[in-house]
């Protein structure tokens, strides 16, 4: 208790012992780990696209999680008052969901690729290779009108 006439102890950010300031300087070291984190997961995200099929998938997991720590970083950006982390981080879960819808399409189409790939791995003429992209331009428009008559009734 404060004598009196005397100022009353000031109060810090932290809590009891901690010098001030100290709960936002570990706040902001969060979120640049968590963007550090999100950064690479992104990037693994888009490496493992480039894979053939079965390995690609592994890339939709990297997206989704760059999604969560991306999120987790923003919050934690917000927190410490990190304008320039948190927009940095919004422009990347953007990307991230861009690459997460991609990556969604490509597996849903699947199918269809996998006939293209075999396709063209026994064609050896140009003519052969064009009735295979004719042939992969064909299923993706059946693909697109049963999805289309799906959704629609």
Known sequence: ???PGSTPPRRTAGGPGEPPGSRDEETAREAARHSLLFSLLLL????????PFPWSAVGLL?????????G??????????????AAVLVGGLVLALFVLLSQAAALLVWPVQEELRECLSGAVTDGARTQCQNEFTDGIT???????????G
């Open 72 to 85: 987790l970083g923003l919050a934690a950006a917000l927190r410490a008052r990190r304008r320039g982390t």
């Open 62 to 70: 990297f997206t989704v999680a760059a999604l969560v720590v991306g």
């Open 142 to 152: 059946r693909w697109a009108d049963e999805l289309t008559q799906l959704a629609g």
């Open 44 to 51: 693994g995200a888009l490496l493992a696209a480039r894979l």
């Open 1 to 3: 208790m404060a004598a």
